[in-house]
């Protein structure tokens, strides 16, 4: 064998120590750091499922936000054309309205700089320009620049004229005679004397004219001399909340024909009432999440607030939120046909006991009016009856503050689930087996409720009229409620074997609610109804008086 010199062994030694090392670092990369001496071996982590990609949108209420835009102007001036611009840019973003009440200001005003006045041209005309409208234009560059020479005014003279050819040919032959006499006296002696001339002209004539034409014109033309530019700027804008794009309602204070009314041993102004069942009803809209319900108890604020954005103490870029209030598109106008819980009394003959005993309820109706147009597009009346109390002469007494909230409550649901029937019913949005899921949640859905579900078929078309009834339905089944969320319930169908496979959204909707046997079982006594008010309140629940009656023997 041949023995390698010194440095080839080198090399080879070299290449070993190498490959060694990498083999070393590629280990401790695949492979957990061993524990230390004495350390015990890590506990084993639990799986945590991991947070979706995107954390919670932050809620949209609207807000002002900036626009890119470029406009052009014109103006005498490089200033005058630049101004024009940045209203022109205004206009386009936020309309005709914002850009009339920012003409009170000037844009390209003197503004000097250490003694100098600024450029519009320049970057520091921009940030002034920002400065000066505290952001409601930002990034203002001009584009292009040019003056420009237009004709302001023009007279202009045309005369055009044409003759042809002509001819003149004639001749003439004619004769005249002329006698003349003349008498004078000298003294005594008269002289006479007669003269005679005759003249003889005869001739032919033959001229011709060739054609002639004229042609005249004259134009003076006066020009002035302006600017035109083209910029481009962010231009702050408002943009509304997605809410607002749906139907806007606005609650009106309930009417009522008294002023006051009687309910247990209180006497209750109208205007509380009505009050209370305006709060109720816009509360209770809110919670559908179908609506955007107006606030015209805020006017007074929402005044304020526009004028302090007026008075410029607001940021500048504030100026995009006026003109954004928004009209109603129905209006529901509620009135107190009935309202009372009354404590009637008779004296007993055989002694000076009194018995007494109350009755009552009440009764609502609402009407829904197009803002616009004036329609009624809904109406309904809805009655709630309170329980009578035995005639007692041991003392009975009513908490009318109480019983006027319990009916206006119910009264209430009923006003809301009349609307939201026949305009945005619970729907059902996805079924898997008998696991279904509903459009709707928050305080206008009960867990443990159960409705009536019905299938819904093709739309039908009265021919007398030509509007559509809707689409048809067929009773189906069951659900009831197990979980509710701001914007949504879960439940299931309380019946088996209904086929639910390739179920598509909408195709079943959620009708009233009913009373199922453990609700019968914890009712209160008296009538128990077969039917539960929207929300899962009986309609007719058995109301105790403070003190219940007991056997009255006097009776």
């Not at 492979?31 to 350390?39: Q, V």
């Not at 302001?152 to 003149?168: G, I, M, P, Q, V």
Request: aromatic share 4%.
């Amino acid at each position: 064998m041949n023995r390698l010199d010194t440095p080839t062994r080198n090399v080879i030694r070299l290449s070993v120590l190498a490959t060694a090392v990498a083999l070393a670092v590629a280990c401790h990369r695949d492979e957990p750091p061993a524990p230390a001496a004495g350390a015990s071996a890590p506990a084993a982590t639990a799986t945590v499922a991991a947070a979706p990609s995107v954390a919670r949108p932050k809620p949209d209420f609207g807000g002002v936000s900036s626009e890119h835009v470029e406009a052009t102007g014109a103006g005498p001036t490089l200033d005058a054309a630049v101004d024009h611009a940045i209203r022109i840019a205004i206009e386009q973003v936020n309309g005709k309205t914002l850009a009339a009440g920012s003409a009170a200001m000037n844009y390209t005003a003197q503004v000097d700089a250490n003694g100098a006045r600024l450029d519009v041209t320049s970057s520091q005309y921009a940030d002034w320009l920002a400065s000066h409208t505290q952001g409601a234009v930002t990034h203002f560059r001009i584009l292009s620049q040019q003056q420009v020479n237009q004709p302001t005014s023009s007279d202009e003279e045309h005369l055009a004229a044409s003759k042809d050819a002509s001819w003149s040919k004639g001749s003439v032959d004619a004769s005249a005679e002329r006698n003349a006499e003349a008498h004078a006296a000298a003294g005594d002696a008269e002289v006479s004397a007669a003269a005679s001339e005759k003249a003889r002209v005869s001739g032919d004539w033959d001229n011709q004219e060739g054609a002639s034409k004229v042609d005249y014109n004259k134009k003076h033309t006066e020009f002035g001399t302006h600017w035109e530019v083209k910029i481009a700027a962010d231009v702050a804008t408002y943009h509304e909340a997605a809410s607002a794009k749906l139907t806007r309602v606005v609650v009106a204070l309930p009417r009522s024909d008294q002023a006051t009314y009687r309910v247990g041993d209180s006497n209750i102004p109208a205007d509380a009432i009505g009050g209370q069942i305006r709060t109720s009803l816009s509360n209770a809209l809110v919670q559908t999440h179908r609506f955007t319900v107006l606030d015209r108890d805020a006017t007074a604020e929402i005044s304020q607030e526009i004028e302090l954005i007026n008075s410029g103490n607001a940021k500048r870029e504030d100026t995009a939120r006026l003109g954004q209030q928004l009209a109603t598109d129905l209006i529901v106008i509620p009135s107190i046909d009935r309202f009372e819980y009354l404590r009637h009394e008779r004296q007993l003959r055989l002694s000076d006991r009194t018995l007494a005993s109350y009755t009552g309820g009440g009764a609502l109706s609402f009407r829904v009016v197009n803002a616009v147009t004036g329609q009624m597009v809904l109406a309904q009346s809805f009655k709630y009856t309170l329980p009578d109390t035995a005639p007692t002469t041991l003392g009975a007494s009513a908490d009318g503050a109480r019983l006027a909230a319990m009916m206006m409550d119910t009264l209430d649901a009923q006003i809301v689930h009349a609307i939201m029937q026949n305009t945005y019913p619970l729907t059902v949005l996805q079924a898997n087996g008998n696991k279904v899921v509903i459009n709707q949640g928050g305080d206008n859905v009960i867990a443990g409720t159960t409705y009536e579900a019905v299938t819904m078929g093709d739309e039908v078309t009265d021919p007398q009229s030509g509007l559509s009834l809707g689409r048809a339905e067929t009773p189906c089944c069951t659900v009831v409620i197990d979980r509710v969320t701001p914007n949504m319930s879960y439940g299931h169908i309380s019946e088996d074997g209904i086929d639910t496979s390739g179920f598509k959204p909408g195709a079943m909707e959620l009708r009233d609610a009913v009373v199922t046997a453990t609700a019968k079982a914890k009712s209160d006594g008296g009538v128990t109804p077969t039917r539960a008010a929207p929300g899962g309140k009986p309609k007719n629940a058995k109301i105790a008086a403070e003190k219940p009656a007991a056997e009255d023997k006097n009776w």
